[in-house]
C-alpha cells in the first residue's frame, strides 16, 4: 500500500554495489532472489512496498528499444529544453481557443488510471542515482537503457485492478493489514469507508450532499477516533524513525509529534494530491458501496459481499477505461483497429520484456511520455461548484488551480489557498458532478482543454511539487521542463524514432490493426495537409516544417531536436495538428495498445468474461437497475449526481 506516497518519493536501486537512499544492499540482494511474482514485497517491516525487478523480470521496458533518442549532451541542448518548456506554456488563463468538446472528468480520470498502474516514474525516480550526473546542470547524459530497466522498479503490478482504491500489494505487514482493514466500513465489512466533511468556510454556502453525508475521503483524524477501526495512535507511534527510500512512513502519519489528521486514508496517497482526483476518487469508493448494497439479498456475508463488490467494481472500471475513455481522447478507429487485433505491439512487447511475470510491464514510451499527454488538458480554473462557478456570490470566480491543489491532506485542507486548516473538508468544496461529466455541458466552458502543445499558466509553478529554491526545485515545480529532463535521462525514444518502429511492427509481424488508423491527414491551425507513406503502410511522421512552426519550433530547432523530437512533445504536436479534440496516431496507438494490452493480458479482466472475446458489457452487471455504461450514469449508481 502506497499511504504515504506521493510524486516527490521514489525508489531507484543502484547496481554497483551502492544503494540509493539508504538501502541495506543485504536487503536488496534479499528481495531479488524471491521468486519473480513475489518481488512486489517488503523490505524489512517498515511498511514499504518496494516492487525490485533486478534483471530478469522488469517492471519496466521500452517499446521500441532500437529507437534513436533525442540526440544532444550539449549545454545548447538543455538551453533549449529549458526553452522548449517556457514556450509551451501561454500567458494566461484558460483562452477560448483553448477549449475541447472533451467532459473535464476524462483528465482526472487519466490521472487516476496512472496511479492505479504505475508508480516510481515520476520525479528524480530516474535521477537520483549513484551517476555523476543527474537533470539538473548543464548537460543531461541519457541513462543506458539497459540499466534503467534493471534498476527502475514500478510500485504497482501494472494491470487495471483498482489497486489505488483497494490498497492491495502480495505482501502485507502487521501495520498494512491494520491499515488495510480500517479503510473499511465497521458498520457494514462488504463496504468502504467515506470520510466526512464539516461545516462550510463563512461566506460559502455548503453543497448539496448524498443522503449518507460521505462526501471526502476518510481521513487519518476521523479513523483514529473511531475506536472500530482498530488503529490508535500507538500503532503510528510505534512505527520506525526511518524507512528506506524516503517514503517516510512514520514522518507521513505523524507530523512534530502531532497526528496527520487531514491525511487521506487511501490506498495511494497521490489521489489525494489535487481537489478533483480526490474526488473522484471518492467517486469510486462510493460505487463500491452502491454495487454492495445490490448485493446485500444474495451475499448475506459481509466478506464476501466485499469481495464480490470490489470484483464487479473493478470489472465495470476496466469496461470504462476501453469503451468510453480510450474513444474519447484517442483516434476511435485505432481504439477500434487496436481491440479487433488484440493490442499486437503489446503483446510483444509483454513476450520480450517479461512474459513470464504475474505483473504486467510498463512501456516507458507510455509512462513518461505518452500518458502524460492529460497535462495539456488540465485548466488553470474550474467552475467547481456554485460556490466556485456560476452563480457564485460576487461575480463567477472559478476555483483555481492554487486552491483545487491546496485543499488535499497534503496542505492541510486550505492551508495555502486561505491560511487556515482543516481536519476535513468543508463542506463548501464537494464537487457537483454535473459540472465535470457531462459530455454536451449547459456552460460552454465545463470542458478539458485541448490536447495540445499549450500547457495552462499554473503548470509553470506547481507550488506542492517541491519547496527548494534551487535548480532542482525549480524543474520540479515546472512541469514541462521537468517532462522533458526525465524523459531525456531516461533515453525515451524519438517520435521520429517511435513512427518508424510502428511502421516496421506493422509490416514486418502483419498487424491487423486497420489500415484506417493511418490515413489521417494533419490540419488545424496550420492548414497543413499531406499523404501517409506509399500505401498508406504506416503512420506519417510530422514534416519538419509544422515541427519547426512557432515558439516551439525554434527552441527544437537550437536544440537539433527537429528530426529527433522528444516524444512528450511530438505527441502534443501531432495531436494539436490532428483533426479532431484526440490524440494523433502515434500517440493513439501507444496508449489504446497500452492500455488495451493491460486488460487483454490479465486473464481475471472483464475481456475474459463470458466468451473471453472482449464483448462483455456492465448491463450484464447493472447497479441500482442501471447498466453503467458512462460516466453520469456511474456518478448517480452513487449519489452523486442526478
Known amino acids: 500500500m502506497l499511504f504515504s506516497y506521493g510524486h516527490g518519493q521514489s525508489i531507484l536501486i543502484a547496481t554497483d554495489g551502492k544503494a540509493d537512499k539508504g538501502y541495506d544492499m543485504a536487503q536488496v540482494k534479499a528481495m531479488r532472489s524471491v521468486a519473480p511474482g513475489a518481488r512486489i514485497g517488503k523490505i524489512a517491516e517498515s511498511g514499504v512496498e518496494a516492487g525490485l525487478s533486478g534483471t530478469d523480470i522488469q517492471s519496466f521496458g521500452y517499446m521500441f528499444p532500437d529507437g534513436a533518442g533525442v540526440t544532444g549532451e550539449t549545454t545548447a541542448a538543455v538551453d533549449a529544453m529549458k526553452d522548449l518548456a517556457a514556450a509551451m506554456v501561454e500567458a494566461t488563463g484558460d483562452p477560448v481557443a483553448a477549449d475541447s468538446s ?30 555523476a550526473t543527474t537533470m539538473t546542470g548543464d548537460t543531461i547524459v541519457p541513462l543506458d537503457r539497459a540499466k534503467v530497466v534493471s534498476n527502475l522498479m514500478n510500485l ?166 476501453v469503451n468510453v475513455y480510450l474513444p474519447k481522447i484517442c483516434m476511435p478507429s485505432v481504439v477500434d483497429g487496436v481491440k479487433a487485433a488484440g493490442a499486437p505491439l503489446y503483446k510483444a512487447f509483454r513476450d520480450r520484456v517479461a512474459s513470464a511475470a504475474p505483473e504486467l510491464p510498463l512501456p516507458l514510451e507510455f509512462s513518461v511520455s505518452a500518458f502524460r499527454f492529460g497535462h495539456s488538458m488540465v485548466r488553470a480554473e474550474y467552475d467547481h ?65 485541448k490536447i495540445d502543445t499549450k500547457l495552462a499558466p499554473p503548470l509553470e509553478d506547481m507550488f506542492k511539487e517541491s519547496s527548494a529554491q534551487n535548480e532542482l526545485g525549480r524543474i520540479l515545480r515546472h512541469l514541462a521542463e521537468r517532462n522533458l529532463r526525465r524523459s531525456h535521462r531516461l533515453n525515451v525514444p524519438s517520435g521520429q524514432a517511435a513512427v518508424a518502429a510502428i511502421n516496421a511492427f506493422d509490416q514486418t509481424e502483419s498487424s491487423t490493426v486497420e489500415a484506417s488508423v493511418h490515413q489521417v491527414a494533419y490540419s488545424g491551425n496550420l492548414a497543413v495537409k499531406y499523404e501517409p507513406p506509399a500505401g498508406n503502410a504506416g503512420i506519417a511522421p510530422l514534416p519538419m516544417d509544422v515541427l519547426a512552426d512557432g515558439p516551439t519550433g525554434a527552441a527544437l530547432g537550437d536544440g537539433g531536436m527537429l528530426e529527433n523530437t522528444p516524444l512528450w512533445f511530438y ?32 486473464g481475471t479482466s472483464y475481456w475474459h468474461e463470458g466468451a473471453g472475446t472482449g464483448d462483455w458489457t456492465p448491463a450484464e452487471m447493472p447497479v441500482g437497475g442501471t447498466a453503467i455504461t458512462d460516466f453520469p450514469k456511474m456518478l448517480a449508481s452513487c449519489g452523486l449526481m442526478a
Open 385 to 449: 461548484n456554485r460556490n466556485f462557478g456560476r452563480p457564485a456570490a460576487g461575480g463567477n470566480r472559478r476555483a483555481s488551480f492554487m486552491e483545487l491543489f491546496s485543499f488535499t491532506g497534503g496542505d492541510n485542507l486550505g492551508q495555502t489557498a486561505i491560511g487556515a486548516t482543516f481536519d476535513k473538508l468543508p463542506s463548501n468544496w464537494p464537487i457537483e458532478w454535473d459540472r465535470f461529466a457531462l459530455d454536451a455541458p449547459t456552460e460552454a466552458d465545463r470542458v478539458a482543454r
Open 102 to 131: 472533451i467532459a473535464p472528468i476524462m483528465t482526472y480520470f487519466g490521472q487516476l488510471i496512472d496511479h492505479d498502474i504505475t508508480a516510481n516514474t515520476d520525479r528524480d525516480a530516474d535521477l537520483d542515482s549513484t551517476d
Open 156 to 321: 504497482r503490478n501494472g494491470s487495471l485492478r483498482l489497486d489505488s482504491l483497494y490498497g492491495e500489494g502480495p505482501s502485507d505487514t502487521p501495520f498494512t493489514t491494520k491499515v488495510r482493514n480500517a479503510l473499511r466500513d465497521p458498520s457494514d465489512r462488504s463496504k468502504m469507508r467515506l470520510g466526512e466533511i464539516t461545516p462550510p468556510i463563512p461566506g460559502f454556502d455548503p453543497i448539496p450532499l448524498p443522503a449518507d453525508g460521505g462526501a471526502d475521503l476518510p481521513r487519518l483524524g476521523q479513523i483514529i477516533d473511531d475506536p472500530a477501526s482498530g488503529l490508535t495512535q500507538a500503532d503510528l507511534e510505534a512505527l520506525p524513525e526511518g524507512t528506506p527510500d524516503e517514503i517516510a512512513f512514520k514522518e507521513g502519519f505523524i507530523k512534530g509529534g502531532v497526528v496527520n489528521r487531514p491525511m487521506a486514508m487511501i490506498g495511494d496517497g497521490r489521489n489525494d494530491e489535487n481537489l478533483l482526483v480526490a474526488q473522484l476518487h471518492l467517486a469510486f469508493l462510493r460505487f463500491h458501496n452502491a454495487i454492495a448494497d445490490d448485493l446485500a439479498a444474495t451475499v448475506p456475508d459481509a466478506d464476501m459481499r466485499f469481495e464480490e463488490a470490489k470484483r464487479r467494481t473493478t470489472m465495470i472500471y476496466q469496461w470504462l477505461v
Open 571 to 602: 505527441i502534443l504536436k501531432e495531436a494539436e495538428v490532428t483533426e479532431g479534440d484526440t490524440l494523433g496516431p502515434l500517440g493513439s496507438r501507444i496508449v489504446a495498445e497500452t492500455l488495451v494490452g493491460l486488460v487483454i493480458e490479465d
